[in-house]
């Protein structure tokens, strides 16, 4: 099993809500990470969490808010965010170490209105 | 800060053509991946790449890694319409870090 699954696929949020975008992976894998990616770019890494422990933050606006409740769940909370957010929130893991590969989950297409 | 430039940035050919599309930095990557982005999907990863010098054939697909690992290329025998999509290089730099490059979007025309 190499899937790694994101909810929802879709999401129009306000800029005063609050919502959570949900990964999940269930290959053992230790590390797992969030990406933004826009229209026609490449996926600009904003977090990642090793072995449950956040790792890496790529100086993310604190209206981006991760959670690792466990290795193989990873959450992404959102609050007070801007129209320029709108964009895809891909998900992925690896095994971690050299020559590791990451698998991504199908990603969240986020609306700010 | 390690960059990874595509060529083309895009690419629009007819079904059966050859394609090759190259990837560079002028940095080192431990390992180097190549992904395919469908639209609205997040990114299938094709191959993985470790040694310089190393050549890998996925069916229609070759990929190739640089000797210095710095490079890679792709490159697609009598390409298909289901080949169409992003094709994005990613090279393993620094501590579970990794790179994107700037992608290239290859339309495969019938």
């Known amino acids: 099993d190499t899937e790694v699954t994101q909810t929802p696929k879709h999401l129009v949020m306000g800029m005063t809500n609050k919502k959570s975008l949900k990964c999940e992976q269930h290959?053992?894998?230790?590390?797992m990470y969030w990406y933004k990616q826009k229209a026609k770019k490449p996926p600009e890494l904003m977090f990642v969490?090793?072995?449950?422990?956040?790792?890496i933050n790529e100086s993310v606006p604190s209206r981006f808010s991760p959670e690792c409740p466990n290795s193989s769940l990873l959450n992404l909370h959102l609050h007070a965010l801007q129209p320029e957010d709108s964009a895809l929130y891909l998900c992925?893991?690896?095994?971690?170490?050299?020559?590791?590969?990451?698998?991504f989950g199908p990603g969240t297409r986020l609306t700010v209105t | 800060t390690q960059l990874l430039e595509q060529s083309p940035q895009f690419l629009s050919i007819q079904e059966g053509e050859n394609l090759t599309v190259y990837c560079n930095s002028s940095s080192v990557f431990s390992s180097l991946q190549w992904y395919r982005q469908e639209p609205g999907e997040g990114p299938v990863l094709l191959v993985t790449?470790?040694?310089?010098?190393e050549v890998k054939k996925l069916k229609r697909l070759t990929f190739q890694f640089g000797d210095a690992r710095k490079d890679s290329s792709l490159h697609i025998t009598a390409a298909q319409p289901g080949d169409t999509g992003l094709y994005l290089c990613a090279g393993l730099g620094g501590y579970q870090k990794v790179t994107f490059g700037t992608g290239t979007k290859l339309q495969v025309i019938p």
């Open positions: 790449v470790v040694t310089g010098g």
């Open positions: 969490y090793s072995y449950e422990k956040l790792s």
């Open positions: 992925a893991s690896s095994q971690g170490g050299a020559g590791y590969e990451q698998y």
């Open positions: 290959m053992g894998h230790r590390a």
